[in-house]
């Protein structure tokens, strides 16, 4: 699907394609290098390393091929009969608001279903319904950046890089509030709705109604992100809408980060109650100090760190934080166990079960 989709959306943009000349490999070193910064914002706000490779590509490759795609021929076989419904003008201004999240909110949790029910055994909590959404609207996202740049390409002058560059400028700025940020709303709906909590709703009215309360904050704030803007206004208007979309999702990130940590500090204590048979129960040792860091609040991780930083120095502090990475994987880890999964880590990472770092 993701093949077929794809094929179907390079062919749609071949035209555009041919007509970018020269400029092809400015533009894609540009693409590609504000996708990554936006994937390195997007990790730093991982710091429980839920993070699933394969399910980032698949979710990214979803969005970018099937949720696009899809959007894109509902956007052009409902122009016409909304130009007839409310004229041109009117039609001009609003059609993004209106169609923009009612065709592509869809299209979008489409994939995010879909991605969640193939990793089942991977993608259980809310924290991942985030991951997976994230990166369905990011792929959505660099596919309508390319979109966009592409056709700008078209109407200006073959030598004219310049609005290219400004188009795509913008709308790497709005990637800080754009389809990533809004499909993570979607994606915890989903999540509430597959059951992928801690603490999953007892009745499956409940359940769909969490999953459509969520989907409506999705497409309302997708509403108010493709309203006109005021004249002269357009580019402070953008910066308040991306720091009001900031805002937004930190409160709702606050609030997965907690239950990721209550699942981490079960994980902990589980697996550090699984010690050899010959260990009496009274030696079951207690979580270090850097491991309670790990699985704690930021403030606890910046107690720790500057306490670290007086003692050791910098090298201290990265080894420290290196050290953790590797006991929050196999937190992480400990949450697939019996599902044929990264069961080799236990194997590997054996001397964190036992508080061997300090």
């Not at 943009?13 to 970018?20: R, V, Y």
């Not at 809004?182 to 409940?206: Q, Y």
């Not at 580019?235 to 609030?255: C, D, E």
């Not at 860091?293 to 990265?318: M, N, W």
């Amino acid at each position: 699907m993701c093949v077929a989709c794809g094929i179907a959306q390079a062919t749609e943009m071949g035209p555009a394609l041919a007509s970018t000349g020269s400029h092809l490999p400015i533009l894609t070193t540009v693409i590609v290098a504000t996708t990554a910064v936006l994937i390195a914002v997007m990790m730093r706000c991982d710091p429980y390393r839920t993070r699933r490779t394969w399910v980032m590509i698949a979710a990214f490759g979803g969005g970018a091929t099937i949720s696009s795609y899809l959007s894109m021929q509902v956007n052009d076989a409902a122009s016409a009969p909304l130009l007839h419904l409310f004229g041109e003008r009117v039609t001009q201004d609003w059609s993004p608001a209106i169609m923009g999240p009612t065709s592509e909110e869809w299209t979008k949790t489409l994939v995010i279903v879909t991605v969640m029910l193939l990793a089942k055994d991977t993608t259980t909590r809310l924290s991942h319904g985030v991951m997976v959404g994230a990166f369905t609207g990011l792929g959505f996202q660099v596919a309508e950046n390319i979109s966009y740049t592409l056709n700008t390409t078209v109407t200006t002058s073959r030598n004219d890089l310049v609005e290219p560059l400004i188009v795509n400028l913008m709308r790497f700025l709005g990637g800080f509030a754009g389809h990533n940020f809004m499909s993570i709303f979607a994606g915890v709906g989903v999540a509430v709705l597959l059951g992928r909590t801690l603490h999953p709703p007892r009745t499956p009215a409940r359940r769909i109604a969490i999953f459509a309360g969520f989907y409506t904050i999705s497409w309302t704030i997708h509403f108010l992100w493709n309203s006109p803007l005021p004249d002269g206004l357009g580019f402070p208007m953008l910066f308040g809408k991306v720091a009001a979309g900031i805002a937004m999702a930190l409160l709702l990130l606050r609030w997965i980060w907690q239950e990721e940590r209550v699942f981490l500090h079960d994980a902990a204590t589980s697996l550090h109650r699984a010690r050899p048979d010959d260990t009496p129960a009274d030696d079951v040792p207690s979580l270090t100090e850097q491991q309670r860091a790990a699985i704690g609040d930021r403030r606890t991780r910046k107690a720790y760190f500057a306490q670290v930083r007086s003692e050791h120095g910098r090298h201290g502090v990265k080894t420290a934080a290196t050290e953790m990475k590797d006991y929050l994987d196999l937190l992480q880890a400990r949450g697939r166990r019996g599902t044929g999964i990264d069961e080799g880590v236990f194997a590997s990472r054996g001397h964190l079960r036992t508080g061997g770092n300090q």
